[in-house]
Each structure stands twice: as C-alpha cells, then as structure tokens.
C-alpha cells in the first residue's frame, strides 16, 4: 500500500491509535465484568474460580482476562479507556459500555478496602498494606 498524501497518512495512523485503544479496553471491559460477577459469587456464595473456569471453557470468549482483582491501574488503561470516551464524546458519540467499565472499575478499589476493612475488624490504622 501507497500512501500517496499526508491525510492519507493521518487516517492510517488514527486507525492504528484506534486499534490499540480498542485492544486495550477491551481487555479491561473482560476484567472488569469479571469482577463484577467475582463481587456477586461472594454474596451468594458461589466459587468465583469454577464460574471463571466455566467461563473461561466457552471458545467464543476464552480464558484471558476471566481473573477477578482489585481493578485495573497502571499508566495505559486508565489513560486510554477516558481517551476513547473523551474521543467519541468530541464526536457527538456516547461510549456508555466504556463508562460503565470505567464506573466499574473506580467502584472496585472500595470493594478492596471495604472487604480489608471487615476482615481487620476497622484495626486498619497504622497497617502498611501492599498490592
């Protein structure tokens, strides 16, 4: 392939930018639904590791990502997924799947520190906790 003129240039490279995003947010839409179901095994008592077992076993969907955690951090995926529905927002669209992973994912981090809390009986204050 030719590219014959700088707008063709600038549409290759805004497809490949958002072919990452989307590789990115979506294994962050998986992880993340896991935790959701991760957080109602444990209020009906089920396994989360059989569900995620089962899951996982489906051909369509695969077992990457079926892990349940205390959400996803780093410097790319929190970046990236507000990259993607600040894009689409700019472009009259609404990512409401996206929000929603988003939402998810910030309601995770209290679910961590709510199940710390309750297993240290609130003794948190002066404890050093590492993830």
Known sequence: MVLRNTSERCLVLLVLLLMRMVVVTKGTAISDFMNDIANLCALVGADVNMVRKGIGSDSRIGNKFLYAGCGYGGSCFPKDIKALIKTAEHNGYDMNVLKAVDLVNE???????????????????????AL
């Open 107 to 129: 309601n995770q981090k209290g679910i961590l520190f709510r199940k710390l809390k309750r297993y240290y009986s609130d003794f948190l204050k002066g404890k050093k906790i």
